[in-house]
Nanobody
């Protein structure tokens, strides 16, 4: 079992910044990557960005490239999502997820609300 605890969400004006954190605990050795997903109002959950624990390989969707940066602190079993130049369309519940080495994302946090006002 892996437990994920998200923090850092809140309300921000367009153009502002927020930093999300996700602390992983439990059997973290069974995971090989962490990711951020989001679910905007009226939309399905979508992948945002991911990073592997080893190697630091990253992926992100085009709509956040140049604005969002995913990073990690292996010693703290924590991943971050630095969100700059926020747009109203970034408004969503952001979820942290952990991927098992030979599986899909199996562990999920409860989500943290990000609201960007225009």
């Amino acid at each position: 079992q892996v437990t994920l605890v998200e923090s850092g969400g809140g309300v921000e004006q367009a153009g502002g910044s927020l930093r999300l954190s996700c602390a992983a605990s439990g059997r973290t050795s069974s995971t090989d990557a962490m990711a951020w997903f989001r679910r905007a109002p009226g939309k399905e959950r979508e992948f945002v960005a991911s990073m592997t624990w080893s190697g630091g390989n990253t992926r992100s969707i085009d709509s956040v490239k140049g604005r969002f940066t995913i990073s990690r602190d292996n010693a703290k079993n924590t991943v971050y999502l630095q969100m700059n130049s926020l747009k109203p369309e970034d408004t969503a519940v952001y979820y942290c997820a952990a991927r098992r080495a030979l599986d899909d994302y199996a562990y999920w946090g409860q989500g943290t609300q990000v609201t960007v006002s225009s």
